[in-house]
């Protein structure tokens, strides 16, 4: 078998990769979205495939893998990887996951990710109400995720809660001390949300980046008490294409509150010095930017080694990252703890993937299936009319 083509559209809010080979198998793969700017990118590496078998999915990757960095380039790479071992499944007649040498659990936890309420207000009480409603919603997780601090609305919208000039834009790094009266409201927040959830389902926190680590340290202390399952990405994440284990290593090691990172982190590599020097209880890569499920594998197996756990960030991977993320938590050692959950967008992508289970999520738990491949396939006659002009020969 042999690859013939690499193509690359945005659907929806979601970039999609496929590869065409010339035994008439395609493999698809998801490019984190909505990384619309991502096509050149995934393309670039067209050239480099051509004519090779795609069941040799690491003698590919060895071409690929080290001309790439943080996203998007890792994206790109990402989305080929997860392609390829869809084609690999689908020509074995079997599902990745026993690829990866086979799965120890039959169906994966997974949490809120993309099914979130908007908050109407930034109260304890409003982040209560939410709560409230989050725990009530159809797929019943175990655990949910809320962002606060920087990852959230506050710093525009409660300015004399830090002592930092807070920048307009979205991707605009906000970074910078909080204020005594910041820490308090913060920790009272949390508190409202843990009087909602009680034990029964866990709260884990989306927190940055942008702390300092004398804020770090106060807050996860300040929260010890309350059981929280994490702290995300309190120092770099979201779109900081750097690690600083050592500095996350200061907080980790005086507290008793997981501290959380990864899901911007681009291969094993970066991983390294988190993982050794127990920088973080934590690892959270997501196989749309680490590289791929086998890199991530190889993460999570590396990290149990060292006492880390792992949660797989997949918030904005869509429906085919959603199958990618159930292949491969189904094989990952017992420090997984769960995935998030990525919702299609817009809603029309549900009808125009087929294979999902209905409902998706039952009591916080989605079951394994065995179908080949990713065990899911494009409806090309529904999807085909979804293309934008310049990708309407995506599936020819």
Known sequence: MKITDLKCA???????????TDEGISGYGPVESPKQYLKPHVLFYRDLILGEDPVNVERVMLKIRRMASFKPWGSAVSAIEIALWDIAGKAAGLPIYRLL?????????????SVRFPLKGHSPEHYAENMARMKESKEGFTIIKQGISFHSEL????????????????????????????????VACVEAMKNVLGDEVGLALDCGPGWTVPDALRFAKSVEPLNVMWLEDMLTGDYVPY???????????NTSTPIHTGEQIYLRHNFKDLIEKKAVRIVGPDPCDIGGLAELKWVAEFADMHGVLMAPHGTADGLIGLAALVQVSATLPQNYIAFEYPTGKPEWWYDIVDGLPDPIVKNGFIDVWDRPGLGVEFNVKAATKYLPDGDKDFFV
Not at 10 to 20: D, M
Not at 165 to 185: F, M, N, S, Y
Not at 244 to 252: G, H
């Open 10 to 20: 945005v659907i929806g809010q979601n970039p999609v990769v496929r590869i065409t």
């Open 155 to 186: 710093p525009r919208v409660m300015p004399e809660l830090f002592y930092t000039d807070i920048q307009p834009g979205r991707r605009v790094l906000q970074r910078g001390p909080q204020t005594e009266r910041g820490l308090k409201h913060l």
């Open 101 to 113: 040498g086979g799965k120890i659990r039959d169906r994966v936890r997974v949490y809120n990710g």
């Open 243 to 253: 690690v600083l284990p050592d500095v996350y290593r200061e907080v980790t090691q």
